[in-house]
């Protein structure tokens, strides 16, 4: 089974680790915590996600929603490129910038 990781590297950053897909999202209990948590903003280091399909870009993107309604602000580096890919179809590119 595909693996999926969320490590709190500092006080506002989070690194990614797997996959981020329909398969590995099923237990996000752990970052429900570190969303609750942040501050005024809060980065996802996606260096090491390895692949991302439509449900791990719906899950950005209500992680964004969640956060932004709590005032905090959420940035994403080191995007994979499937994740740009599936960013600029879905015409969604502009909400995390």
């Not at 969320?6 to 329909?22: A, C, W």
């Not at 996802?44 to 992680?63: K, M, N, P, Q």
Request: charged share 25%.
């Amino acid at each position: 089974m595909p693996n999926l990781q969320f490590n709190k590297v500092g006080e506002d950053s989070i690194s990614v680790t797997g996959e981020l897909t329909r398969d590995t999202l099923v237990n996000e209990s752990f970052l429900n915590q570190l969303l609750e948590n942040a501050q005024s903003v809060l980065y996802f280091d996606l260096c090491e996600v390895s692949r991302v399909d439509t449900a791990g870009l719906a899950w950005l993107i209500h992680s964004l929603g969640k956060l932004k309604r709590q005032g905090v602000r959420l940035e994403l580096k080191n995007r994979p490129e499937q994740l740009q890919n599936l960013m600029e179809l879905g015409q969604v590119t502009n909400l995390f910038e």
